[in-house]
């Protein structure tokens, strides 16, 4: 594997370095000594495997209050998303930015997103499927979300948005007190 990291502290581009022959290809996706030189030491705890149906769907921007923050690990199987991710740590170098990245089934890019980041992607294609391990159980009644069109953070969303869910509808805007968590 090779992590590349992003303009966002803590977060990473992991590449596969996928063995090929005759019959196809072979890739580690974690190893926990290789993932423990970027200062992982958390346990997976929980896998998720979401499907979107249609190009242009927003899922996002979502994450869980401390503490029962998470560490995300994102990979696309199928189709190909724009994901994207938002520093909300308290004090960080890179508080309220955002980065994006394709994620597709073609490129195999995983990414590595640290404990106190909002998460979420557009479709870019129909069909698109996602693999997400967690580091915490999902808490219902600790789960939150921003809007998607969050002045403060100006996503760049490649497509018109057509579809989400009624609950990511319901994001609030950040109110300007909003110092981080």
Known sequence: MIFTPTTLQGS???????????????????????????????????????????????????????????????????????????????????????????????????????EGFAHGFQTLTDDCELIYHHSQFYTPGVEAGIRYDEPRINIEWPLPVVTMSERDKQHLFLDKEFKGI
């Not at 190909?80 to 004090?91: E, M, S």
């Open 12 to 114: 990473y581009l992991v590449g596969l370095e996928p063995f090929m022959d005759e019959r196809g290809w072979f890739a580690r996706t974690y190893c926990k000594n290789e993932f423990a030189a970027i200062g992982h030491t958390a346990e997976w705890v929980q896998l998720n495997h979401s499907v979107t149906n249609k190009k242009g769907a927003i899922r996002g921007m979502h994450y869980q209050l401390p503490p029962f923050s998470e560490i995300k690990m994102v990979r696309c199987i199928a189709g190909v998303v724009f994901d994207v991710i938002i520093d909300l740590r308290k004090g960080s170098p890179t508080f309220l930015k955002w980065f994006g990245t394709e994620l597709s089934a073609a490129n195999k890019i995983i990414l590595y997103i640290p």
